[in-house]
């Protein structure tokens, strides 16, 4: 089963189509300076991500975007961020622990979340296509602890991380 690690990126303000565009960009380029893959709006290939972010595929950009993080630009899911023992890197042959990602994670957060034109972000975090998510409220800083946390816990519950400043 995989697992995806995807949200919402709350807009302050109603803006137009190209400002938008110009954001995801800049969306993009967080995610790769934190070394992270990510689809955003239509671009999301899974469906089923807007069946869990309750919202249409064909909606409007212009007050929230939905984003898909994977650990690399050609992957379609998030299983590397959540499961560091399913995989090897190719690399360095090691095996990589939780908290790498997660620090990944708190990088490209603290960056989106500081951008002039962002409101609110959320990060959800689930196995399959689940639509139960415990919601937990954490502050920036917090953000790769309180990863490791939720993942090396006894039994996996999905989550719905908001993300304060």
Known sequence: MSYFVFGEIGLRETSDARGV????????????????????????????IYRMLRRSREGSYLKS???LLTDSPIS???SELVR???????????????????????????EVRGM???????LWLTQGFD???AE???RIGGVADRWCEILSGATFHSHKLTIEV
């Open 116 to 122: 002039a034109d962002v409101g609110a972000l959320s």
């Open 76 to 78: 379609d899911h998030s």
């Open 21 to 48: 565009e110009e954001l995801c960009f800049a969306i993009a380029l967080a995610a790769f300076r934190a070394h992270l893959g990510i689809q955003l709006g239509g671009n999301i290939i899974h469906g089923d």
């Open 84 to 110: 560091p023992d399913a995989y090897f890197r190719a690399l360095d042959d090691r095996r990589v622990g939780l908290r790498p990602a997660a620090v990944k994670l708190e990088a490209f957060v603290s």
């Open 136 to 138: 937990t409220s954490v």
């Open 65 to 67: 975007i939905p984003y």
């Open 131 to 133: 639509t139960e998510f």
